[in-house]
């Protein structure tokens, strides 16, 4: 009598990679396996023989020149800024706010606005291998729906400010509107709502305290731009004696649920205070440099025990989207500022661009790594090109040689969205359209 041969498990997709790199564990590069996915979540990690001995797949893909890692993960963006790319360059970051981007703002900021800037940003984002975002922008309704219908992770982080904007007349209706679209989005499984106090410069304490009420009663997570600057902080310094992270704390809203944006101007007090209360960092290391904003201390904050995560800023101030432009960037500087040139190592700055990000979202459980039981959010990065050779090591190509450029493939919970570089949720040419409309009416071109 012939054995039985043990029956294969029927799954959707089989991903066969030259490399899968899936930062969880740390520092590990598969050769030659493969990833099981069913459902849209990750089944196994297994050598491809094992793969092709237990299952049997829907569609099976086999990716011979690339590295298969967890998506990308954008922890600070305004993606309907998209718009503005390259409107006001080479300026000081106070007078780009104030003499261009606000007044612009105010004269062309509205919904149509924010779902074609999203739209922009998304396509950009996926094509560089970035599954999940979070953004921070007006009418985030908009954003919200555009990222629902591309099929794409996000974070919608509603602006708090305290005077009059195109959204919101000031904090309180901001709060009670971004709170109502929390309730529409509870029960979505990729689009979460979660509150943005704008800066310490534009919310008074009032509204900070409610913010923190809110958010520890209903473990909501919080976004802030934070010590953008050295000037932000010598302000509230003459102002109220009190570094902002000092205020922050003062008023429950230093925590671990809490994304501090920039940390550029740092002192040993706020990194304890960043230590002692679990807040999280994101780092923009290309708009900080654009806007001579300082430098974060990635290096030790990350000594620290402090979770460093990468933001890319608005397409505006960056003006790319691209995160393993961001991570390079951010390898690169930490170098610089800290003097050494074992600081923040590829493996680590890849962490930064996935898990970290996770973690700094509060999605760790869900995305971030390649763990079986977590969303199949991958991406998928061509190394065979002639500017990647020779290949001794997958990840420090990614991180010193990589660019959004490189990515073919994108899935988000399984779904392919990206596939040999051709968008499918996505009409690429309509979306340049759309941009090149809002470019004309800007510039008086279009009445």
Not at 26 to 47: H, K, M, S, T
Not at 129 to 138: H, L, N, S, V
Not at 305 to 323: P, Q, R, W
Not at 416 to 429: A, C, D, I, P, V
Request: hydrophobic content about 40%.
């Amino acid at each position: 009598m012939q054995p039985s041969r043990p029956q294969h498990q029927l799954i959707d997709t089989l991903i066969h990679a030259r490399w899968i790199i899936p930062v969880v564990p740390e520092g590990r590069v598969y050769e030659d396996c493969a990833l099981a996915v069913n459902r849209g979540q990750i089944v196994a990690l297994l050598p491809a023989a094992e793969a092709a001995s237990r299952y049997t797949a829907t569609e099976e893909i086999r990716l011979d020149q690339h590295a298969l890692i967890p998506g990308l993960i954008n922890t600070h963006t305004h993606a309907a800024m998209s718009l503005l790319r390259g409107f006001a360059d080479d300026r000081p970051l106070m007078e780009w706010l104030k003499q261009h981007i606000w007044p612009t703002e105010q004269a062309w900021v509205e919904p149509g606005f924010v779902a074609d800037g999203s739209r922009l940003a998304i396509a950009e984002m996926l094509r560089s291998g970035t599954t999940t975002f979070a953004d921070q922008y007006f009418f985030p309704e908009s954003t919200a729906e555009v990222a629902r219908e591309a099929g794409i992770r996000a974070q919608i982080a509603f602006p708090v400010i305290d005077s009059p904007t195109p959204w919101s007349r000031d904090g309180e209706d901001a709060l009670q509107k971004g709170l109502a679209l929390r309730d529409d989005y509870r029960s979505h499984e990729r689009v979460g709502v979660v509150i943005a106090p704008h800066a310490p410069y534009t919310v008074g304490d009032n509204t900070l305290e409610k913010i923190a009420v809110y958010a520890a009663e209903a473990q909501i997570p919080v976004q802030i731009h934070l010590h953008e600057t050295a000037g932000e902080v010598e302000r509230a310094l003459v102002e109220s004696g009190e570094r902002p992270t000092e205020r922050l704390a003062r008023l429950g809203l230093l925590t671990p649920q809490t994304l501090c944006v920039h940390m550029t101007a740092t002192c040993d007090r706020d990194i304890e205070l960043l230590r002692e209360s679990g807040a999280h960092v994101a780092h923009c290391p290309r708009s900080n440099l654009k806007l001579a904003s300082g430098f974060c201390p990635t290096a030790r904050l990350l000594d620290e025990g402090v979770n460093v995560a990468l933001g890319t800023d608005g397409a505006a101030s960056n003006n790319s989207l691209d995160l393993l432009a961001e991570a390079n960037t951010a390898a690169l500087l930490a170098k610089a500022v800290s003097g050494r040139a074992d600081a923040l190592p590829a493996h680590q700055a890849l962490a930064m661009a996935t898990i970290n990000g996770a973690r700094a979202l509060g999605l760790d459980r869900l995305t971030g790594s390649l763990e079986p039981g977590k969303s199949a959010d991958l991406a998928a990065i061509n190394l065979g090109a002639l500017e990647q050779q020779p290949l001794h090591d997958p990840v420090s190509q990614l991180i010193y040689t990589g660019s959004g450029h490189n990515v073919s493939d994108v899935w988000v919970a399984g779904r392919q969205l990206m596939r040999g570089r051709e968008l499918q949720t996505l009409n690429e040419t309509d979306v340049i359209l759309r941009t090149r409309y809002w470019r004309d009416r800007i510039a008086g071109e279009i009445r």
